[in-house]
């Protein structure tokens, strides 16, 4: 499964290829501040809930999200989202010391 974010807050292009249900996994993000992770988050949350409002790059008249089964559309004045986007859940699945290696 992938996720494809192009012209959002400070992301021009991004792709990052996300664990399958099958095997599960956990994804980190790592980068110098103002480089695009929580906007990379507020892609997901959106993609999710649709509780949080995104915007278009200062330079794009629109951006895009795609990925999870769905797609999101940003323009300045809505966020426009379409497909059946599905999360499997981690709850359950693993102990915090399957996660964290001290």
């Known amino acids: ?13 991004f792709e990052i290829e996300l664990p399958d249900d099958k095997d ?28 949080t ?15 999870l089964g769905g797609s999101l559309n940003v323009t300045a004045s809505r966020n426009t989202r379409s497909g059946e986007v599905e999360v499997p859940s981690l709850a359950g699945r693993f102990e915090l010391d399957d996660l964290v290696t001290p």
């Open 1 to 13: 499964m992938e996720l494809e974010i192009n012209d959002i807050g400070v992301i021009k292009h």
């Open 24 to 51: 599960g996994g956990v994804c980190v993000l790592v980068g110098a501040n103002g480089t695009g992770k929580t906007t990379a988050l507020d892609c997901v949350d959106a993609m999710t809930t649709a509780n």
């Open 53 to 67: 409002k995104l915007v278009p790059r200062d330079t794009a008249k629109k951006g895009s999200v795609e990925g």
